[in-house]
């Protein structure tokens, strides 16, 4: 017999807390529910997660269950059930008592720095909810889970992007093998010679290890508990493959109520495939249904920067269009050492250009990640001045939020996930990140950033892409002086 799914989704935080009510406050649905398929073949729970899994030589789908049920995928459920996640989440992160205790360190220590639940965590718990309390109940006590019903997929079919941004790797857009050379000095590589190549063709950037059709046959075979499909990249509206997964589902009316939600992540380039009006054709048949996540980290030539490859004019077309079409649309912004001093302009920038050009603002999403290595945020905590300045901005954020949320407050979009700007919860995170004075100093164990390093890459960007640090971003000579010292 189906599973009921859950109709109105997406659900509201206090689904979350019921949940780890009952099975531990730092409990996670991903392991039980959840499968993320990996450009490279790999296939694990979690974007956030440690090294997937592997299927076949190409990542299909016919031995799932060996994935689903491997040694190691049965300790982290047993780790989750018996105690031993919610006491590493709260341990010294960089002792590593063994490699599946780990697995979820990158979510302890976002919780850790933030005292905030990892939005992978909670999403990923949510959407589990009509088939967690099951699948609990059909898992051994050594972690092994007696049936398979998945509710949540996250999918990769491959790297391909015309986009490469400061923070993102090879791993994820063919673009950057372009500028390969920036991307090792970045990593600290460029006396490593772990390539023979400062920059690769597309064609030799390019990685796709999933079988597609075994993927999409999957997901309609288990389509009665399947809720969520999110499409990621990469750049999912330049990927063939995610065109193919549409057209399969549209065929098995999984577009109507009840169906399959999408979410796709998109840089907000992409319009059109093969001639076609993907808006038209695809994402206006699921109406409220189908979610796109438009990243964004900064307009003008702070935004061409960060994000290499993106122009305002086509993002906010992009934006507008997909907005009219009734999809339910949100902006993915990631705070990092470059923008972190403009967050009010950046701010202000989506009012001006975005919310306030609509006739309902409260139908937008707005999500704020943060970066890592040398490139994040609270890198900018080594030169007091900036980071006073950055918090006094974030306050700034955070009061403009809170005013516009009373402002725009509304009961007329119950179950909707996201509010306007959450009255500003979304900048707390980082205020109080900055504000705590004791810090690693550069080069210590389990630092982020090395002076050297940052000197370096941020260079070698600049002479392989032919942009201008200094010039854009002035405002940062402090932070630069001090890595150059």
């Given at each position: ?9 997406p ?19 991903a392991?039980?529910s ?86 992978p ?72 010679k ?24 999957h ?61 038209k ?98 890198n ?26 009373k ?12 509010r ?20 690693e100093e ?44």
């Open positions: 017999m189906a599973i009921d799914k859950f109709k109105n989704y659900v509201e935080i206090p689904v979350f807390e019921d949940i780890t009510k009952k099975y531990g406050k730092k409990f996670c649905g392991p039980w959840s499968l993320i398929f990996e450009a490279n073949g790999g296939i694990k729970f979690c974007c956030m997660a440690g090294q997937g899994e592997r299927g076949n030589i190409q990542g299909n789908l016919t031995n799932l269950n060996d994935i689903v049920n491997s040694p190691k995928a049965m300790e982290i459920r047993k780790h989750f059930l018996d105690g031993t996640m919610e006491k590493r989440s709260a341990s010294n992160l960089s002792t590593v008592e063994s490699m599946t205790e780990s697995y979820c360190d990158t979510c302890w220590e976002l919780e850790q720095r933030h005292s905030h639940v990892a939005d965590r909670q999403a990923c718990t949510e959407w589990s909810q009509h088939v967690i309390d099951d699948l609990i109940a059909n898992t051994d006590a050594n972690g092994y889970i007696n049936k398979i019903t998945p509710a949540w997929l996250d999918i990769v079919f491959s790297n391909k992007c015309n986009f490469a941004c400061m923070g993102c790797t090879l791993d994820n857009s063919t673009t950057i093998g372009k500028y390969l050379g920036a991307y090792e000095t970045r990593e600290g590589r460029e006396g490593d772990l390539s023979e190549k400062e920059s690769l063709t597309e064609k030799e950037a390019y990685c796709s290890n999933v079988d597609a059709d075994a993927l999409i046959d997901i309609i075979e288990h389509k009665d508990t399947i809720t969520h499909i999110h499409f990621q990249g990469g750049e999912p509206f330049m990927m063939p493959e995610v065109y193919k997964a549409l057209d399969r589902f549209i065929e098995h009316d999984l577009h109507k109520p009840g169906g399959i939600y999408i979410w796709c992540h998109t840089n907000g380039s992409i319009r059109t495939f093969k001639g076609q009006d993907i808006i054709k695809y994402l206006s048949k699921w109406e409220d249904r189908f979610q796109i996540s438009m990243s964004h980290d900064g307009s003008g030539p702070r935004g061409e920067y960060i994000r290499y490859g993106y122009k305002d004019k086509k993002w906010l077309e992009t934006f507008h269009r997909i907005y009219d079409s009734g999809c339910r649309l949100s902006i993915q912004h990631s705070v990092n050492i470059f923008n972190i001093l403009h967050q009010e302009e950046c701010l202000n920038w989506y009012w001006d250009n975005c919310l306030s050009t609509i006739d309902d603002p409260y139908r937008i999403g707005f999500t704020i990640n943060p970066w890592g290595g040398i490139f994040k945020f609270d900018i905590k080594h030169v007091p001045l900036l980071a006073d300045r950055a918090i006094e901005g974030l306050n700034n954020c955070k009061d403009f939020c809170l005013s516009h949320t402002e725009f407050h509304s009961d007329t979009e119950e179950g909707y996930c996201h306007v700007f959450d009255e500003g919860h979304e900048y707390v995170q980082y205020i109080d990140t900055l504000s705590i004075k004791n810090n550069f080069g210590n164990s389990g630092s982020a950033l090395s002076p050297k390093t940052f000197i370096s890459a941020v260079n070698k960007f600049d002479e392989m892409r032919g942009t201008d640090f200094h010039k854009t971003f002035p405002e940062l000579k402090l932070f630069w002086d001090f890595c150059n010292v």
